[in-house]
C-alpha cells in the first residue's frame, strides 16, 4: 500500500505563493505518474498537473499554466508543486494522487490513479 501525504497548503492573499509537497511512504516501484487534483466546494475535482518519473514528462491544467511548475525529488520520493501568482479561484484542497501511464493524456484523469492523499487546504483571499 502506498501512502501518500500532502502539506504545505495553507492562508495566502492572492498575487501570493505556496509550495505543496507530496511524499510517498515508500517508493511507489509500480507507479510511473505523480498527479495534483484540487476540489473546491461544490465543484468537481479538477486536475492540475503530474509528473511521470520514467521520462520527466508533464502535464497542465491550462487554468495553471505559467504559474504552477511540478517537480519531484527521486532521492526523497517527494513531489512538489510550486504555486505563484494566486488567485482566489486556486481555493481548493488540493490532493496528491499516483499511478501508472504510457499516455500523457491519460495522466490528467483522475479516475485512473490508484492512489491519493487525504489532501491539503489552499485558501486565497482577494
Known amino acids: 500500500q502506498v501512502l501518500l501525504v500532502e502539506s504545505g497548503g495553507g492562508l495566502v492573499q492572492a498575487g501570493g505563493s505556496l509550495r505543496l509537497s507530496c511524499a510517498a511512504s515508500?517508493?511507489?516501484?509500480?507507479?510511473?505518474?505523480v498527479g495534483w487534483f484540487r476540489q473546491a466546494p461544490g465543484k468537481e475535482r479538477q486536475f492540475v498537473a503530474a509528473?511521470?518519473?520514467?521520462?520527466?514528462?508533464?502535464v497542465y491544467a491550462d487554468s495553471v499554466k505559467g504559474r504552477f511548475t511540478i517537480s519531484r525529488d527521486n532521492v526523497k520520493n517527494a513531489v512538489y508543486l510550486q504555486m505563484n501568482s494566486l488567485k482566489p479561484e486556486d481555493t481548493a484542497v488540493y490532493y496528491c494522487?499516483?499511478?501508472?501511464?504510457?499516455?500523457?493524456?491519460?495522466?490528467?484523469?483522475?479516475?485512473?490513479?490508484?492512489?491519493w492523499g487525504q489532501g491539503t487546504q489552499v485558501t486565497v483571499s482577494s
Open positions: 494522487s499516483a499511478g501508472s501511464f504510457g499516455s500523457s493524456a491519460a495522466m490528467s484523469l483522475g479516475d485512473l490513479y490508484d492512489y
Open positions: 515508500r517508493r511507489t516501484f509500480r507507479t510511473n505518474t
Open positions: 509528473i511521470r518519473r520514467t521520462d520527466s514528462n508533464i
